[in-house]
């Protein structure tokens, strides 16, 4: 079936360090979200991206979508402890209409 | 404005009991999605509803519905409980519906159930 598939599924990271998630579905999507997920808390989204090859930044985070628009990334520079939580993307694939979630990045910052 | 609110917030239920949530989502958002979260499964679709119709379902048994009123409020029904029910449920509004690419969703903090 349609699928999008996150890598890596765990990260541990010292303070200061960067951090990147990749994003990767089996078809094509015509947008990519990006959400957040503190311990405990429930998905708050990030960012929407539409454009193939579409980069878009906030603060310490950049986020972009492949020229395919079948991959996508969130590269966090010099983490911050409020930085830990689970990293998910979300499209729609192929002709689907519903947002499909990947499967998560958990990220972890040791201070 | 107020968020999208989710009742209860957590629930025990024993094997073969049926349970009803609840989800508000936000004033002048039409579109209610429901999503469970669990840890070996990651957040999984269930159903959307928009203006009361239900538009997508995902790959759940039947024993998992849902609606939508007039106001916009959803409720998903589970019935006949299973050990692996226990999840996250998670409700999400959107001003549209998910076939539209501003389909951003805003997330309620979820309904916490355990199935024993």
């Known amino acids: 079936g349609q699928q999008v598939m996150q890598i890596p599924q765990y990260q541990h990271v010292q303070e200061g360090e960067d951090f990147t998630t990749y994003c990767n579905s089996s078809?094509?999507?015509?947008?990519i979200q990006w959400y957040k997920q503190r311990p405990g808390g429930h998905p708050v989204f990030l960012i929407q991206l539409v454009k193939s090859g579409e980069v878009k930044k906030q603060k310490r985070l950049t986020f972009q979508f492949g020229e395919a628009k079948k991959n996508s990334s969130l590269h966090i520079t010099a983490t911050q402890t409020t930085d830990v939580g689970t990293y998910f993307c979300a499209g729609p694939p192929g002709s689907a209409r519903q947002l499909t979630f990947g499967s998560g990045t958990q990220l972890t910052v040791l201070p | 404005k107020a968020g999208v609110t989710q009742t209860p917030r957590y629930l025990i239920k024993t094997r073969g009991q049926q349970v009803t949530l609840s989800c508000s989502p936000i004033s002048g958002h039409r579109s209610v999605s429901w999503y469970q979260q669990t840890p070996g499964q990651g957040l999984q679709f269930l159903f959307e509803y928009f203006s009361e119709t239900q538009r997508n379902k995902g790959n759940f048994p039947g024993r998992f519905s849902g609606r939508q009123f007039s106001n916009s409020r959803s409720e998903m029904n589970v019935s006949t409980l299973e050990l692996g029910d226990s999840a996250l449920y998670l409700c999400a509004s959107s001003l549209v519906g998910q076939s539209s690419g501003a389909n951003v969703l805003t997330f309620g903090a979820g309904s916490r159930l355990t199935v024993l």
């Open positions: 078809t094509t999507l015509s947008n």
